[in-house]
């Protein structure tokens, strides 16, 4: 058990519609990032957020968006859902920001848009 | 772009012997080197990692090796055992890049045989 949780485990939904993925890092830790595992892509990521503010970006589609918020949680928002959304999304966090950071990973959130 | 490669998609080894996995990469700015664990529907699990400045890192079962010249690290694991079996991904981050973001290989399943 890393301590990173993520909810739901699994989410079933229709294109178009839109969903939030929520994400409590390790008691301690500031940072969290997103990253999506899909069967064409690998582990990709997404987007980084610091103690509330965001960090950095990756491939992250303009029909998505996070936050952070002040108890240190994440959500990820992803809208308009196509059929190719559908991916393992996980979320990590660790305690700084610097390169030399291991993050920690949470046990993913299985998204289906059917 | 792909800036970390995983080459070899999977491997079998017998319960007991090494196993060595392979992971080569592009950027020359990678600093930071890490080897994850995932199982089936599980988050990937961090195993060990490897700064730059050395050519070696080890615990317990499982030894880094990073070849800067070559841009080339492997992953040792000595000796293998039957719950070895999952899929390993290595991955990279940079310094001085906006945050820490990993950039991931496609993954080696690995099958430990009894």
């Known amino acids: 058990d890393s301590g990173v949780t993520q909810t739901p485990k699994h989410l079933i939904t229709a294109t178009g519609q839109r969903v939030t993925l929520r994400c409590s890092p390790r008691s301690g830790d500031l940072s969290v990032y997103w990253y999506q595992q899909s069967l064409d892509q690998g582990l990709q990521f997404l987007i980084q957020?610091?103690?509330?503010?965001?960090?950095a970006k990756g491939n992250i589609l303009e029909r998505f968006s996070a936050q952070q918020f002040p108890d240190l949680h994440s959500e990820l928002n992803l809208s308009s859902l196509e059929l190719g959304d559908s991916a393992l999304y996980f979320c990590?966090?660790?305690?700084?920001?610097?390169?030399?950071?291991?993050?920690?990973f949470g046990p993913g959130t299985r998204l289906t848009v059917l | 772009d792909q800036q970390v490669k995983q080459n070899s998609p999977s491997l079998s080894v017998q319960e007991g012997r090494i196993s060595i996995l392979n992971c080569d990469y592009t950027?020359?700015?990678?600093?930071?080197f890490l080897w994850y664990k995932k199982y089936p529907a599980e988050g990937p699990t961090f195993l060990i990692s490897?700064?730059?400045?050395?050519d070696k890192n080890e615990d317990g079962r499982f030894t880094v090796f990073l070849n800067k010249s070559a841009k080339h690290l492997s992953l040792h694991i000595v000796p293998s055992q039957p719950g070895d079996s999952a899929v390993y991904f290595c991955?990279?981050?940079?310094?001085?890049?906006?945050?820490?973001?990993?950039?991931f290989g496609g993954g080696t399943r690995v099958l430990v045989k009894p």
């Open positions: 490897i700064s730059s400045i050395k």
């Open positions: 990590a966090s660790s305690s700084r920001t610097d390169s030399t950071d291991t993050q920690y």
């Open positions: 957020y610091y103690n509330g503010e965001e960090r």
């Open positions: 991955a990279a981050s940079k310094p001085r890049a906006a945050g820490n973001k990993l950039t």
């Open positions: 950027n020359s700015m990678f600093d930071y």
